[in-house]
């Protein structure tokens, strides 16, 4: 199985609880980290009343907060530096008014610079990864942050070297470089053979013509799709009920090629060992 697996879709389609899942049935023969860079963070509320199994590594990073720290910072570090320049520094002025609108100018999705950065810790860590997305728009941005952001991050490095024996280590100077690392090394693992990306989505007309514009785009980007799973299909009985809006549902998935099925359940999947059997791992792509 791949490396890095992403878990792809709208919102409220059940992507953690499928992440979670997998991650579950990794943990059991090997250690992998579930990473959740959704802002909601409901991976939290998974594990909330059970620790997860000790090869399993739960992470959430909240990476609007640390945008705006990230961007508060700048203006701070960037005042230290011209506090410490002599007069003779005629260029900082507009240097500091330059690292200013570059931050305005910030590309779509620069706050989830901090998720590329600790995917490419993990990666470079040779760790298994599963990862919990946000939906579909701004996990878009995500995986395109790579191929947007480099020369907007190459611009604040560009500038911030000339006053790097001015800003102290470990700040602003440093996350920035190793920010530009973690674009090129997330890049390649994108586009390897390591990495796949599972769509899930709930069979409902709206939601599946959000699931199939997703995998487009995925197809476009030249990225590995791993399977679509459809989440909350009614289960086969005798209720007629049920038979006509399972057929519905049949129907709207249909243009979906091959789907991995997940019922309707009456009460929601909380109990990990269940959780780990929710989603056959072997029946994905």
């Given at each position: 199985?791949?490396?890095?697996?992403?878990?792809?879709?709208?919102?409220?389609?059940?992507?953690t609880?499928?992440?979670?899942?997998?991650?579950?049935?990794?943990?059991?023969?090997?250690?992998?980290?579930?990473?959740?860079?959704?802002?909601?963070h409901?991976?939290?509320?998974?594990?909330?009343?059970?620790?997860?199994?000790?090869?399993?590594?739960?992470?959430?990073?909240?990476?609007?907060?640390?945008?705006?720290?990230?961007?508060?910072?700048?203006?701070?570090?960037?005042?230290?530096a011209?506090?410490?320049?002599?007069?003779?520094?005629?260029?900082v002025?507009?240097?500091?008014?330059?690292?200013r609108?570059?931050?305005?100018?910030?590309?779509?999705?620069a706050?989830?610079?901090?998720?590329?950065?600790?995917?490419?810790?993990?990666?470079a860590?040779?760790?298994?990864v599963?990862?919990?997305?946000?939906?579909?728009?701004?996990?878009?941005?995500?995986?395109?942050?790579?191929?947007?952001?480099?020369?907007?991050?190459?611009?604040?490095?560009?500038?911030l070297?000339r006053?790097?024996?001015?800003i102290?280590p470990g700040?602003?100077?440093?996350?920035?470089?190793?920010?530009?690392?973690?674009?090129?090394?997330?890049?390649?693992a994108?586009?390897?053979?390591?990495?796949r990306?599972?769509?899930?989505?709930?069979?409902?007309?709206?939601?599946?013509?959000?699931t199939?514009?997703?995998?487009?785009?995925?197809?476009?980007?030249?990225?590995?799709?791993?399977?679509?799973?459809?989440?909350y299909?009614?289960?086969?009985?005798?209720?007629p009920?049920?038979?006509?809006?399972?057929g519905?549902e049949?129907?709207?998935?249909?243009?979906?090629?091959?789907?991995?099925?997940?019922?309707?359940r009456?009460?929601?999947v909380?109990?990990?060992d269940?959780?780990?059997?929710?989603?056959?791992?072997?029946?994905?792509?």
């Open positions: 199985m791949e490396r890095l697996i992403f878990f792809a879709g709208k919102g409220g389609v059940g992507k609880t499928c992440s979670a899942s997998v991650a579950l049935q990794i943990a059991r023969t090997e250690p992998v980290t579930l990473l959740s860079v959704d802002p909601a409901s991976v939290r509320d998974v594990f909330a009343e059970q620790q997860p199994p000790q090869n399993l590594t739960v992470e959430a990073i909240d990476t609007r907060a640390k945008w705006r720290q990230f961007r508060d910072s700048l203006g701070e570090e960037i005042d230290r011209l506090g410490a320049l002599t007069p003779a520094g005629v260029s002025a507009h240097d500091s008014e330059s690292m609108k570059l931050i305005e100018v910030a590309p779509p999705g706050d989830e610079l901090f998720a590329i950065t600790r995917l490419a810790d993990l990666i860590e040779k760790k298994r599963v990862v919990d997305t946000a939906p579909t728009g701004h996990f878009l941005r995500l995986i395109d942050l790579p191929a947007t952001a480099g020369e907007w991050v190459h611009e604040l490095m560009r500038i070297l006053y790097r024996e001015l102290p700040t602003l100077g440093e996350e920035l470089l190793r920010a530009s690392r973690a674009l090129h090394a997330v890049e390649d994108l586009r390897s053979d390591a990495c990306i599972v769509v899930v989505t709930r069979p409902e007309r709206v939601v599946v013509a959000e199939k514009r997703l995998l487009g785009a995925i197809a476009q980007r030249g990225l590995r799709s791993g399977g679509v799973i459809a989440n299909m009614t289960p086969e009985n005798d209720c009920c049920d038979r006509s809006m399972r519905y049949l129907e709207a998935i249909r243009g979906l090629g091959a789907v991995v099925e997940i019922e309707r009456d009460e929601p909380v109990a990990l269940e959780l780990a059997r929710l989603v056959p791992l072997d029946s994905l792509p």
